[in-house]
């Protein structure tokens, strides 16, 4: 099962470690910075991804919810659960990103 995992680079360490921690338990994680290789077309690699991921994980912090990669990943989640082609994001958020906690 693969799950493909939505977040900003500057959260890219976070990202790693909850990756590793889903990846022992047997699953498959997706993360563009790994995956996409020099001369694709980034948007399809990453659509193709989404359709072929059995869920979406969302790391939001207050870098991912400025990010323009992040939000079209999510607008092209939600079209394909629209179509009843897609599934619901989980998200995660990481606390100590946020001021106050």
Same mark, same amino acid.
């Given at each position: 099962?693969? %799950?493909?995992?939505? $977040?900003?680079? +500057?959260?890219?360490?976070? +990202? *790693?470690?909850?990756?590793?921690?889903?990846?022992?338990? !047997?699953?498959?994680? #997706?993360?563009? +910075?790994?995956?996409?290789?020099? !001369? /694709?077309?980034?948007?399809?690699?990453? @659509?193709?991804? &989404?359709?072929?991921?059995?869920? &979406? %994980?969302? *790391?939001?912090?207050? /870098?991912?919810?400025?990010?323009?990669? *992040?939000?079209?990943? *999510?607008? $092209?989640?939600? %079209?394909?659960?629209?179509? !009843?082609? @897609? $599934?619901?994001?989980? #998200?995660? %958020?990481?606390?100590?990103?946020?001021? !106050?906690?």
């Amino acid at each position: 099962m693969q %799950v493909f995992f939505s $977040y900003s680079l +500057a959260d890219r360490e976070f +990202a *790693l470690q909850l990756a590793k921690e889903i990846t022992s338990r !047997g699953l498959r994680v #997706w993360m563009s +910075a790994d995956e996409l290789l020099p !001369g /694709e077309n980034p948007w399809l690699t990453i @659509g193709k991804a &989404l359709e072929d991921s059995h869920a &979406l %994980v969302v *790391l939001l912090s207050p /870098e991912s919810v400025k990010s323009e990669l *992040l939000n079209s990943e *999510l607008e $092209y989640a939600w %079209v394909m659960r629209i179509f !009843g082609t @897609g $599934y619901s994001p989980s #998200w995660c %958020v990481q606390p100590s990103k946020f001021p !106050g906690s």
